[in-house]
């Protein structure tokens, strides 16, 4: 009988442990030896009158003053304005997104629907939290007491999921969203491997619990996923209301090796060239989509990673570029696996020679996409 009643038992945990996120099989229960979890500092909840803390381990994507963290998509300047404490939505003037890129995270933002309100329906406090640069859209909308339909609702997956409950205060109070998001997930090919979830707490109550998306949010469409990179920028919608945000930040989930900014198109643009040396070796830079670069050299193609406006490094190989420009010249230093001088380049009007396709395997989760839309604002979102 005990026989065969381990396997039963077996059978049963197994099948419990699969719903379940497995403990690390690298450390038996209570091991003395297992450190600690890091100490932080929480920080402290927002009152309507006074925002609060962040906790000490967050980036802080809005303070009240500093607008810096957020560029127009272009990576332009910005034209939404710092009034009262809060980041204002100017209408018309397009989305804001962060300059630095973010994978799976955790997203404190507060805001608030312009009070007294206007319009009706989905014309009334309209914004949107997005990850995914433009992709993937938690709706902001003022839904107090005022009818849209369902999946457009405040806190709603917009299109895909509407809200537990609504849990809306009246406009011109702050409400708070926090967000846990998964990034999707593709392959070397740009085949899906998992697609994004989402977890949504308004004001305090769960609104959506880890919901799987169907793909990129969209307006009376079902967009399908297409590959893009892991770490993007957060964005916020201008649809033509001005609603204002204030104590902003995200803590990064896993441990990213870099820091990742999506820069400038315009600065992006620049880098793009051949570059050479004496020796008669090239390098040659041309832009992929979302805010990335393809470095071709020594017979290698690979996908390149800003974390700061001059430096770029690839994901796969210990290969990093630097680029400094001056008035004189425009020089490429190239290192590979070591510190050090690396390898030296000038660009100097040597031909364009046709755009290298970079192979998949250097882009895991960076895989090349179509080029994003333009950041015309749909009818709702
Ligand atoms: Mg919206």
């Known amino acids: 009988m005990k026989l065969l009643?381990?396997?039963?038992?077996?059978?049963?945990?197994?099948?419990?442990?699969?719903?379940?996120?497995?403990?690390?099989?690298n450390w038996i229960d209570h091991d003395r030896e297992r450190p600690m979890a890091t100490v932080i500092d929480p920080g402290t909840a927002s009152t309507q009158d006074q925002p609060g803390r962040p906790p000490s381990d967050a980036v802080?994507?809005?303070?009240?003053?500093?607008?810096?963290?957020?560029?127009?998509?272009?990576?332009?300047p910005t034209k939404w304005i710092v009034h009262d404490g809060a980041l204002e939505c100017v209408p018309g003037s397009g989305y804001v997104r962060t300059l630095e890129s973010f994978g799976d995270c955790q997203l404190h933002i507060e805001w608030a629907a312009p009070n007294p309100p206007h319009g009706v329906s989905q014309d009334r406090g309209n914004s949107g939290v997005f990850f995914g640069y433009d992709r993937y859209e938690c709706q902001v909308l003022d839904s107090y007491q005022s009818k849209t339909?369902?999946?457009?609702?405040?806190?709603?997956?917009?299109?895909?999921?509407?809200?537990?409950?609504?849990?809306?205060?009246?406009?011109?109070?702050?409400?708070?969203?926090?967000?846990?998001?998964?990034a999707p997930r593709f392959d070397a090919d740009g085949k899906l491997i998992s697609k994004a979830r989402e977890t949504v707490i308004h004001n305090g109550v769960l609104v959506q619990n880890n919901v799987e998306l169907t793909g990129p949010t969209g307006?009376?469409?079902?967009?399908?996923?297409?590959?893009?990179?892991?770490?993007?920028?957060i964005a916020l919608q201008d649809h033509g209301h001005p609603v204002r945000y204030r104590n902003v930040w995200v803590r990064e989930l896993g441990n990213p090796r870099h820091k990742e900014f999506m820069l400038p198109e315009a600065l992006l643009a620049s880098y793009a060239g051949v570059y050479?040396?004496?020796?008669?070796?090239?390098?040659?830079?041309?832009?992929l989509p979302d805010g990335l670069l393809c470095l071709n050299y020594a017979d290698r193609t690979l996908v390149m990673h800003a974390?700061?406006?001059?430096?770029?490094?690839?994901?796969?190989?210990?290969?990093?570029?630097?680029?400094?420009?001056?008035?004189?010249?425009?020089?490429?230093?190239?290192?590979?696996?070591?510190?050090?001088?690396?390898?030296?380049?000038?660009?100097?009007?040597?031909?364009?020679?046709?755009?290298?396709?970079?192979?998949?395997?250097?882009?895991?989760?960076?895989?090349?996409a179509p080029a994003a839309a333009a950041p015309v604002p749909a009818p709702a979102h």
């Open 5 to 25: 009643a381990i396997p039963a038992l077996a059978l049963v945990a197994a099948s419990s442990a699969g719903l379940r996120a497995q403990p690390d099989p």
């Open 60 to 76: 802080v994507l809005f303070d009240g003053k500093d607008i810096s963290p957020w560029v127009a998509l272009d990576g332009s």
């Open 149 to 182: 339909y369902a999946d457009g609702a405040a806190a709603a997956i917009y299109g895909q999921y509407p809200p537990l409950v609504n849990a809306t205060r009246p406009p011109g109070q702050w409400q708070t969203y926090d967000i846990i998001w998964t």
């Open 219 to 233: 307006w009376i469409n079902r967009i399908p996923y297409s590959a893009h990179p892991e770490r993007l920028p």
């Open 276 to 287: 050479g040396n004496s020796k008669g070796t090239v390098a040659d830079v041309r832009r």
């Open 307 to 368: 974390d700061s406006p001059t430096h770029f490094y690839a994901l796969s190989t210990d290969v990093q570029c630097t680029f400094d420009f001056t008035d004189k010249s425009k020089a490429l230093r190239i290192t590979v696996g070591e510190d050090g001088e690396g390898a030296k380049f000038e660009r100097k009007g040597i031909p364009v020679s046709p755009t290298p396709v970079p192979p998949a395997a250097e882009a895991p989760a960076a895989a090349p």
